[in-house]
């Protein structure tokens, strides 16, 4: 098959990497077991082309006709609820059942993230004004403590020891 880009037997399991569309148009009806995506989801992350549209809703219904009764789809989504929404209605439209379907996102940012200079000074600002005094002044042990706790409530204490 000219689409195909590569394709490897890993036990008992075939993977195909290839244009999607092409691929799927050249299998047969009811042929796989699961179909596992990452599509693009439409927020023009740092404005890359990939990104701007969410697939046309006959990649889903091609999806659906590939799958063997019983079959399971495995589409990621961002985050962000507008995403996740757009991919359900879709994918739904294209005939797929999603009544006994459970949707958990987990993930930790590995995206390195610049920092936002104003709001390091406001922080700035904010701490001397709770300390009352310039950041690069000394305080002993005992002095921080109580101007710290003194009248605090109790969780504001423990999140301004976990920030400072």
Not at 120 to 126: L, T
Not at 130 to 138: A, I, M, N, S, V
Request: glycine content about 8%.
């Amino acid at each position: 098959m000219s689409s195909h880009l590569r394709e490897e037997i890993i036990g008992n399991h075939r993977v195909i990497l290839g244009d999607c569309l092409e691929v799927m148009a050249s299998l047969p009806d009811s042929s796989v077991d699961c179909v596992l995506t990452d599509p693009p989801y439409g927020i023009q992350f740092m404005n890359l082309d990939f990104d701007r549209t969410v697939p046309d809703p006959a990649v889903w219904r091609e999806c659906l006709r590939l799958l063997k009764p019983g079959g399971s789809m495995i589409a990621m989504s961002g985050s962000r609820l507008d995403c996740l929404w757009r991919l359900c209605r879709d994918i739904e439209g294209a005939g797929f059942e999603l009544a006994q379907t459970a949707f958990i996102h987990i993930y930790k940012s590995g995206f390195c993230k610049g920092q936002d200079l104003s709001k390091a000074a406001d922080g700035k600002a904010f701490r001397e004004w709770l300390f009352g005094r310039p950041l690069g002044t000394e305080l002993d042990d005992e002095e921080a403590e109580v101007e710290l706790l003194e009248g605090a409530p109790e969780e504001l204490v423990r999140l301004l020891r976990e920030s400072f």
